[in-house]
């Protein structure tokens, strides 16, 4: 079993940053992908970066490809996502999740889910 929560949500005028935070417990997620999704009103759920824990190596979303930046820390068995030049599309309730697979982008993949941040991204 893996466990997830998030925090760092708010509310942020476009431009601006955010960074996003998941902490992560259980046995062996070390050899998982993590990840972040999001979720629009109205939208389906939608991937937006993951990186797999061991090796550090990351995808993201063209969305937000140059803006976002996925990370890890070992020591605090922690992710992050740090978002810079927020636009007011990028509201929405952001959720990390983890999988077994390697760097796998549907949603679908995920077993494990946090409850969700909301970001909102005023014009």
């Known amino acids: 079993q893996v466990q997830l929560v998030e925090s760092g949500g708010g509310l942020v005028q476009a431009g601006g940053s955010l960074r996003l935070s998941c902490a992560v417990s259980?046995?062996?997620?070390?050899?998982?992908?993590m990840g972040w999704f999001r979720r629009a009103p109205g939208k389906e759920r939608e991937f937006v970066a993951i990186?797999?824990?061991?090796?550090?190596?990351?995808l993201y979303a063209d969305s937000v490809k140059g803006r976002f930046t996925i990370s890890r820390d070992n020591a605090k068995n922690t992710m992050y996502l740090q978002m810079y030049t927020l636009k007011p599309e990028d509201t929405a309730v952001y959720y990390c999740?983890?999988?077994?697979?390697?760097?796998?982008?549907?949603?679908?993949?995920?077993?494990?889910w946090g409850q969700g941040t909301q970001v909102s991204v005023s014009s």
């Open positions: 990186i797999r824990w061991n090796s550090g190596t990351a």
């Open positions: 259980g046995r062996t997620f070390s050899t998982y992908t």
């Open positions: 999740a983890a999988s077994r697979g390697v760097l796998l982008r549907g949603p679908d993949e995920y077993s494990y």
